[in-house]
């Protein structure tokens, strides 16, 4: 490898699996190859729905080995959950899975204390059952949040493990409802009210802050050459995707794909009106200042349940089989919690549609197609609403992550919002750590040199959009009805 290139492992964990790859960059160069990919399977246990972490960690352990050497190590992960450590920094029981039922309804109770426009007013965050917040006043009498010394969002329980450093990481720890997005701090006022002791989390980082040195006995097991720094990077997974939208300029709304489908803007201060509220938007912390402006929408895990139901059939015969079924003839709300939990969600979809009064899809191909134009039209919904709420046109869609390899459902977003669709990179998150840890390393500029580094570097895919737009807004206009 020559001397100008530089080796990052970007550790990347999802909510279905987990991945080591490996950037290499250099001066006008990005490359980024796969070193390990494992599965990330949740458990159900007596007591409910938790990730298996130790698991985990022996994943991100194999793929740092089979990385070999690197110049440093970013990791990233969906947001909310956590390990709670002991005095001894131990952790205690296996952390709790967001789809777990235990923070049914416990937002109710929160907002009696905080009502829920004033929760919006001082974080800006949208509800979601599973905040960190809700998880915490869900465990309010637990045996482990009162011997928990310390709380670590999975990043930085990973990072932890393997520098023996403890931190949070600010644009995971602004999914907890308890950061101010305006200071980029944390909300104490708020936190006193609802009596959430922030002495329990670690000291706030910010992406590019050192985060430690690999352990010695790490070192060891991956037989990598120290010292090897980890670097803190946007550690919640779309912080690191939204960073690696190959956009010129300001005028772009993103869909990050995957299990979910995050659509919105990149904004240079948060939204905080009631309208933004209702209409459940939520604003997360990015890079350089920015805030993500967007909203959750079910995404891929409709599909994915559906194919685990179906017997995991062969996805691209699939889709050409659904790419034949009538467009928009059944629609379903993409973000209607309804669809949260596991299991049975093509006999779910099919209940929705025929509460709804709407024909209903029976063939896999059928409910397929169901699932891609009901997400193309709460893509359409998203994009709209957020350059209305925040009073920032855009010219362009970027979706990045798996969805971007989905070429049917690029077209049909490209077609429901009415604008060109630029769809990559897949990896978005893995290169949006890889180009945080080289710019920590002086191998990268700022936002804008990225992004431009990207669009030279990598493959991407545009669609124009086509069909009649009035049969999208027919189609939404009969989903609001039913």
């Known amino acids: 490898m020559s001397a100008a290139v530089r080796a990052y492992a970007a550790v990347d964990l999802g909510a279905s699996s987990g991945r080591v790859m490996v950037g290499r960059v250099g001066p006008g160069s990005l490359e980024l190859t796969e070193a390990h990919r494992f599965p990330n399977r949740p458990v159900r246990l007596p007591e409910g729905l938790r990730w298996d972490v130790l698991g985990l960690y022996a994943g991100v352990l194999d793929g740092l080995r089979a990385a070999g050497q690197v110049d440093s190590v970013g990791i990233d992960s969906w947001a909310v959950d956590h390990g709670l450590l002991d005095a001894d920094g131990a952790l205690l029981g296996n952390p709790v899975h967001y789809r777990d039922t235990r923070t049914d309804g416990v937002a109710r109770t929160v907002w009696e204390t905080v009502p829920a426009d004033e929760l919006y007013a001082a974080t800006g965050l949208q509800y979601a059952p599973f905040n960190t917040l809700y998880q915490l006043a869900a465990a309010r009498n637990s045996v482990q949040l009162a011997q928990a010394e310390r709380l670590l969002l999975i990043p930085d329980l990973m990072a932890y493990w393997l520098t023996g450093d403890q931190g949070t990481e600010l644009t995971n720890a ?13 909300a104490y006022g708020l936190a006193d009210r609802l009596g959430v002791d922030l002495s329990l989390f670690a000291p706030l980082r910010s992406p590019g802050d050192p985060a430690g040195v690999l352990r010695a006995e790490v070192l060891e097991e991956t037989g990598l050459a120290g010292p090897v720094p980890v670097t803190a990077v946007g550690s919640h997974d779309t912080a690191s995707a939204v960073a690696a939208v190959p956009a010129e300029g300001e005028r772009f709304a993103y869909i990050c794909t995957g299990t979910w489908s995050l659509a ?34 079910m995404g891929l895990w409709l599909l994915q349940e ?45 209940g929705a549609c025929r509460a709804s009064g709407q024909p209903v899809p029976e063939t896999p ?5 169901c699932i891609l134009d009901s997400l193309a039209l709460a893509h359409r919904r998203a994009v709209q609403d957020a350059q209305r709420l925040a009073g920032h046109t855009v010219d362009v869609v970027h979706v990045v992550g798996g969805g971007a390899r989905n070429a049917l459902l690029c077209r049909l977003t490209a077609d429901a919002c009415g604008l060109p669709v630029v769809a990559g990179p897949a990896e978005a998150a893995a290169l949006g750590n890889v180009l945080v840890q080289a710019r920590a390393h002086g191998l990268a500029g700022d936002l804008d040199g990225g992004r431009r580094l990207l669009r030279h570097t990598q493959p991407l895919a545009r669609y124009e959009p086509g069909g009649d737009p009035a049969r999208w807004a027919a189609a939404e206009a009969r989903l609001a009805r039913s």
Request: hydrophobic content about 40%.
């Open 174 to 186: 602004s999914t907890t409802q308890l950061i101010d997005p305006r200071t980029r701090d944390w």
């Open 264 to 297: 919105g803007l990149e904004l240079r201060a948060p939204v905080l009106t009631e309208e933004s509220r209702a209409a459940n938007f939520t604003n997360e912390l990015g890079l350089d200042g920015t805030v993500r402006y967007l909203r959750n929408i």
């Open 306 to 350: 559906c194919l685990r139901a179906w017997g995991d059939p062969e996805l691209d015969g699939l889709l050409r089989e659904a790419a034949r079924v009538p467009a928009l003839r059944s629609v379903v709300d993409a973000g209607d919690a309804a669809f949260l939990a596991p299991g049975r969600m093509p006999e779910r979809i099919a």
């Open 365 to 369: 191909a059928e409910i397929t197609r």
